[in-house]
């Protein structure tokens, strides 16, 4: 009864501020609590690709505000343009702005073949002047190659990728490895368990089997790969597979985080 007549006689100016003061304790709490269950990383990335579900995939980052490292190729797309002109410029601009990363695929999405003589290596662009021609490429050509990305990007957002670039196809060998740590870019592929399986046939690998191998596969430290769009898969992993597997690894404990592993992350 004490209680009751206190709170009768309480100022309506009080009983706000003390009312306020609760909820910010509970709200605290629940942050508190969410931030305690999210004790294992991992590292979304997404390649370029034919860029059919960038639209979709930017969404769901967005609603699931969760942030990935995109690597860049100017690749072939699905209007019919490249993944790096103009015509991109806003949709890469948004991802800046929404604190994203960015790294290098090389610029003409250019595959390792071989090693060469005299610590060269042989490459063969997808695109380009070069497409389909097996090169041969120096340090200094390579170097061009991986950097072009980031000139570019700087042209279209006034924005530099991080110092990171991954090997179209994940295909590498350790004297490509040190030309681009030469040229001051950090290789960064992928890990088994991050392969999301979305250029596998969809026949054969259905979304629902690669979205329940993911979720259950996946560990602390893994970074996954998957693509901005895919031309051969039928049944599009985006959006089918993506926001369910971030919800799923949220609730194993996962926090969603940036490369270079050594960056300041951004997203949880």
């Given at each position: 009864?004490?209680?009751?007549i206190k709170?009768?006689?309480?100022?309506?100016?009080?009983?706000?501020?003390?009312?306020?003061?609760?909820?910010?304790?509970?709200?605290?709490?629940?942050?508190?609590?969410?931030?305690?269950?999210?004790?294992?990383?991992?590292?979304?990335?997404?390649?370029?690709?034919?860029?059919?579900?960038?639209?979709?995939?930017?969404?769901?980052?967005?609603?699931?505000?969760?942030?990935?490292?995109?690597?860049?190729?100017?690749?072939?797309?699905?209007?019919?343009?490249?993944?790096?002109?103009?015509?991109?410029?806003?949709?890469?601009?948004?991802?800046?702005?929404?604190?994203?990363?960015?790294?290098?695929?090389?610029?003409?999405?250019?595959?390792?073949?071989?090693?060469?003589?005299?610590?060269?290596?042989?490459?063969?662009?997808?695109?380009?002047s070069?497409?389909?021609?097996?090169?041969l490429?120096?340090?200094?050509?390579?170097?061009?190659?991986?950097?072009?990305?980031?000139?570019?990007?700087?042209?279209?957002?006034?924005?530099?990728?991080?110092?990171?670039w991954?090997?179209?196809?994940?295909?590498?060998?350790?004297?490509?490895?040190?030309?681009?740590?030469?040229?001051?870019?950090?290789?960064?592929?992928w890990?088994?368990?991050?392969?999301l399986?979305?250029?596998?046939?969809?026949?054969?690998?259905?979304?629902?089997?690669?979205?329940?191998?993911?979720?259950?596969?996946?560990?602390?430290?893994?970074?996954?790969?998957?693509?901005?769009?895919i031309?051969?898969?039928?049944?599009?992993?985006?959006?089918?597979?993506?926001?369910?597997?971030?919800?799923?690894?949220?609730?194993?404990?996962?926090?969603?985080?940036?490369?270079?592993?050594?960056?300041?992350?951004?997203?949880?």
């Amino acid at each position: 009864m004490g209680v009751s007549i206190k709170m009768k006689c309480m100022s309506h100016p009080a009983f706000i501020r003390i009312t306020a003061v609760l909820l910010l304790g509970c709200f605290s709490l629940s942050v508190s609590a969410q931030t305690a269950q999210c004790n294992k990383k991992v590292y979304l990335t997404f390649d370029t690709g034919n860029m059919a579900v960038a639209e979709k995939v930017a969404e769901i980052l967005k609603r699931q505000n969760v942030k990935a490292t995109f690597f860049l190729a100017n690749e072939k797309t699905f209007r019919d343009d490249f993944s790096l002109d103009d015509s991109w410029r806003s949709y890469w601009q948004e991802r800046v702005k929404e604190g994203h990363h960015f790294g290098s695929h090389t610029y003409d999405h250019t595959y390792f073949v071989k090693d060469g003589p005299k610590g060269e290596v042989f490459e063969k662009p997808q695109f380009g002047s070069k497409a389909g021609m097996t090169v041969l490429y120096n340090e200094a050509t390579m170097c061009k190659e991986i950097r072009r990305v980031d000139q570019r990007f700087q042209e279209l957002t006034d924005h530099p990728i991080q110092k990171i670039w991954r090997a179209p196809g994940g295909k590498t060998s350790p004297t490509l490895i040190r030309m681009g740590n030469m040229c001051g870019y950090e290789h960064i592929g992928w890990d088994p368990a991050g392969f999301l399986g979305d250029e596998l046939s969809s026949d054969k690998h259905p979304n629902s089997t690669l979205l329940d191998k993911a979720s259950r596969n996946i560990k602390d430290g893994d970074i996954t790969m998957a693509h901005l769009g895919i031309w051969s898969r039928k049944d599009p992993w985006a959006p089918a597979v993506l926001e369910q597997l971030i919800v799923n690894l949220k609730a194993r404990g996962f926090c969603f985080e940036l490369l270079p592993k050594n960056s300041v992350n951004q997203s949880k």
